[in-house]
């Protein structure tokens, strides 16, 4: 397969932030490297470079038809890095739609004699599958392959992921975290400290992925209270990550714009039982009475009314959560 344009790859990389549940505005040249961009994610906010190329076949009958790389074209080394966040040296391939991650500080000087890095296809079918897989490489560095829907947890955790993907026991416990299965106790206590925080961390990411991943498609990846789509709209939990009985189940989550999921997290407005989107009335009263009632009229015009829900009713919020939420937020 040709190498993927320029528009291709950067919108690549912005569907895999959207995928992970954060969004990447790019903030350099499409053609340049490193492309540049502004992530935000949750309430944080951080710049990330990314040098990124298409994982092609290439070099002919010769090589081993296993073997992928990425050609370190139109840079010269040593690789500059961002000095205020992440650093990414990626490959993409299109028929997985599945990215290879290298150590970047294992390439920051390189031959410029067609300099390429390579990595083994069946390592990124196996993050299909698994959300993460580890290929060792000659050099002793450590190949992270991961699915878009991975790419906040990569991004957050790079260093440690190719550290870590070196520990046998690790990698597998990532495999699994991937898969969203939960490693066991005595699995957590084999390996050290410090790599149970990374394997704990991603399984956190990875379950928030696949939860806005489940809830976006059962609402149409439309808001339950406006019907826009236009991909700006969020997963929210309806009983919130922490609370006790809350889970990443689609039956307690809503599709919302990110206005309406800020106003429901800050408790502006709550889901009744009969399923309608309402204001907080002390809220409000409390908006107002501080002069920040700014456009209230117009936000309430998409409240009282039942929310816009799943075609299926399996997939319907389940009226534990929201009694349970109602309660929580003391509503």
């Given amino acids: 397969m040709p190498a993927l344009s320029s528009s291709e790859i950067v919108h690549a990389i912005e569907d ?9 505005l790019l903030v350099s040249q499409p053609r340049s490297q490193p492309r540049r961009f502004y992530v935000t994610a949750g309430e944080s906010s951080f710049p990330i470079w990314i040098y990124i190329w298409t994982l092609t076949h290439g070099g002919g009958a010769a090589r081993p038809k296993d073997e992928y790389r990425i050609q370190l ?7 500059p890095e961002n000095p205020s966040g992440p650093t990414l040296l990626l490959g993409y391939e299109p028929n997985t739609k599945c990215f290879a991650g290298f150590d970047l500080r294992k390439h920051r000087a390189f031959s410029r004699q067609s300099p390429s890095i390579q990595i083994n296809i069946l390592a990124l079918r196996e993050a299909v ?3 993460f897989a580890f290929s060792r490489k000659g050099n002793d560095e450590i190949a992270v392959a991961f699915r878009p829907d991975n790419m906040l947890a990569y991004c957050l955790n790079c260093e440690n992921l190719h550290e870590s993907g070196a520990d046998a026991a690790v990698s597998t416990l990532l495999s699994k975290v991937g898969r969203l299965e939960t490693p066991t106790d005595r699995e957590m206590e084999r390996i050290a400290p410090e790599r149970r925080r990374v394997v704990t961390k991603v399984s956190r990411l990875a379950r928030d992925s696949d939860f806005r991943r489940k809830v976006v498609v059962a609402y149409d990846r439309k808001c339950c209270v406006t019907g826009l789509q236009l991909r700006l709209i969020d ?16 039956q307690n989550g809503l599709c919302l714009s990110p206005t309406y999921h800020r106003a429901y997290d800050r408790g502006l407005i709550y889901l009744s039982e009969d399923l309608r989107m309402l204001i907080n009335p002390k809220k409000k009263d409390d908006l107002v ?3 920040l009632g700014g456009g209230l009229r117009d936000f309430e015009t998409h409240l009282g009314r039942e929310i816009l829900l ?9 009226r ?3 009694r349970a939420a109602n309660k929580f937020r003391e509503m």
């Fill in 310 to 318: 799943p075609p299926d009713r399996n997939q319907w919020p389940r």
């Fill in 289 to 291: 009475r501080l002069g």
């Fill in 235 to 250: 997963a929210a939990h309806i009983l919130p990550v922490g609370a006790e009985g809350s889970m990443d189940e689609v």
């Fill in 16 to 24: 895999a932030f959207t995928d992970s549940s954060a969004a990447a």
């Fill in 320 to 322: 534990q959560f929201i």
């Fill in 73 to 79: 074209t139109s840079v010269t080394p040593p690789l």
């Fill in 129 to 131: 599958r698994d959300g």
